[in-house]
T-cell receptor, first 113, second 111 residues
Framework: KQEVTQIPAALSVPEGENLVLNCSFT??????LQWFRQDPGKGLTSLLL?????REQTSGRLNASLDKSSGRSTLYIAASQPGDSATYLC????????????FGTGTQLKVEL | EPEVTQTPSHQVTQMGQEVILRCVPI?????FYWYRQILGQKVEFLVS????????KSEIFDDQFSVERPDGSNFTLKIRSTKLEDSAMYFC?????????FGPGTRLLVL
């Protein structure tokens, strides 16, 4: 059974800092990995999707990497801003497991002025 | 930009009552999903739906749950007899190729 873990559970940084969020998964037979943002009481906004054959994806200040063999992904946020404050979730889609996503517990990020 | 919508945003119900949560997926998407998130816990998969039938369901999705696509646009989740532990945020999602797009959620509170 696929298990997804995210560390740290919470992170507080000053504005402007670069930061890295970590995601690990137990079953390396994944089809893709997706990073989401969740604001309090709100839905999930897709940030980046990395195919299993890819090593990284970039969107603006966000860069996500994937090391399938070691079961890890990182989300790098450059020059963090207060508006980046949210919970960041990673989710994996397992090969042959339908299209369902298995989610991690999330990292709650606070970017302070 | 097209988006997934859900109604209602909040629902309060008494234990044992039936609730129907509604979703309008993105119009050209083919796969539809329900997930739930109990407060403070992970987002959990409930069920996936394709070609007018359930393609996969989790252990959580027991006989008290059902899904339906009554017309070309709506996708519903029915809970027949709600329990206290059904209190959660319920998310609908849809997909065309790979990226899953989530709705804003319905917060269900069972008293």
């Amino acid at each position: 059974k696929q298990e997804v873990t995210q560390i740290p559970a919470a992170l507080s940084v000053p504005e402007g800092e670069n930061l890295v969020l970590n995601c690990s998964f137990t079953d390396s037979a994944i089809y893709n990995l997706q990073w989401f943002r969740q604001d309090p009481g709100k839905g999930l906004t897709s940030l980046l999707l990395i195919q299993s054959s890819q090593r990284e994806q970039t969107s603006g200040r966000l860069n996500a990497s994937l090391d399938k063999s070691s079961g890890r992904s990182t989300l790098y946020i450059a020059a963090s801003q207060p508006g980046d404050s949210a919970t960041y979730l990673c989710a994996v889609q397992v090969t042959g497991g339908g299209n369902k996503l298995t989610f991690g517990t999330g990292t709650q990020l606070k970017v302070e002025l | 930009e097209p988006e997934v919508t859900q109604t209602p945003s909040h629902q309060v119900t008494q234990m044992g009552q039936e609730v129907i949560l509604r979703c309008v997926p993105i119009s050209n998407h083919l796969y539809f999903y329900w997930y739930r998130q109990i407060l403070g816990q992970k987002v959990e998969f409930l069920v996936s739906f394709y070609n007018n039938e359930i393609s996969e369901k989790s252990e959580i999705f027991d006989d008290q749950f059902s899904v339906e696509r009554p017309d070309g646009s709506n996708f519903t989740l029915k809970i027949r007899s709600t329990k206290l532990e059904d209190s959660a945020m319920y998310f609908c999602a849809s997909i065309q190729t790979e990226t899953q797009y989530f709705g804003p959620g319905t917060r269900l509170l069972v008293l």
